[in-house]
């Protein structure tokens, strides 16, 4: 049984999958990877949390954390809950840890009162559009650091 725990973003754990995250995206999109600004304390409670699940072993092997967003320039809204960096390594997928750290970070947010989850994700990463769309959220407006990229994909579902 896998084990979810609250990580610091800058926490070795959470630095190495980020690095991994990174590689899988710099892959499937050509690119250097996500170069959407983050700092840890953007996940420090109550206005953010990072996870990480640790398989029997004690490996780190998904994460996932949401940070506040309101209204500003980049096409966010006023209690808006942003998620970044879900992933599960590779070897991990298929046993339903997305769902299980997604819902996790749905109702820390929702506990700290932000009214929306907002995420964006790019069109070569269909596994993650499915889920999205899978766990209740709708296509919405563009936003974010990729909003005037036609790669990219904004969804938002309601807390």
Same mark, same amino acid.
């Given at each position: 049984?896998?084990?979810?725990?609250?990580?610091? #973003? $800058?926490? =070795?754990?959470? !630095?190495? /999958?980020?690095?991994?995250?990174?590689?899988?995206?710099? &892959?499937?999109? @050509?690119?250097?990877?996500?170069?959407?600004?983050?700092?840890?304390?953007? #996940? $420090?409670? =109550?206005?953010? !949390?990072? /996870?990480?699940?640790?398989?029997?072993?004690?490996?780190? &092997?998904?994460? @996932?954390?949401?940070?506040?967003?309101?209204?500003?320039?980049?096409?966010?809204? $006023?209690?808006?809950?942003?998620?970044?960096?879900?992933?599960?390594?590779?070897?991990?997928?298929?046993?339903?840890l997305a769902r299980r750290i997604l819902a996790a970070l749905e109702e820390d947010a929702r506990a700290a009162g932000r009214l929306r989850m907002v995420l964006e994700t790019g069109d070569k990463q269909p596994e993650a559009i499915a889920l999205y769309l899978s766990s209740g959220y709708e296509p919405c407006e563009k936003?974010?650091?990729?909003?005037?990229?036609?790669?990219?994909?904004?969804?938002?579902?309601?807390?």
């Amino acid at each position: 049984m896998h084990v979810i725990r609250r990580i610091s #973003f $800058d926490h =070795p754990d959470a !630095v190495k /999958l980020n690095d991994q995250v990174q590689a899988e995206y710099a &892959v499937r999109y @050509g690119d250097d990877g996500d170069a959407t600004p983050l700092a840890p304390s953007d #996940f $420090d409670p =109550p206005n953010g !949390v990072y /996870l990480i699940a640790y398989d029997e072993c004690g490996s780190p &092997v998904a994460t @996932g954390g949401w940070r506040t967003q309101d209204t500003n320039d980049e096409g966010y809204r $006023d209690g808006d809950a942003e998620l970044k960096r879900m992933y599960v390594i590779e070897q991990a997928r298929g046993n339903g840890l997305a769902r299980r750290i997604l819902a996790a970070l749905e109702e820390d947010a929702r506990a700290a009162g932000r009214l929306r989850m907002v995420l964006e994700t790019g069109d070569k990463q269909p596994e993650a559009i499915a889920l999205y769309l899978s766990s209740g959220y709708e296509p919405c407006e563009k936003f974010g650091y990729y909003r005037h990229y036609e790669s990219s994909r904004c969804y938002a579902k309601a807390l």
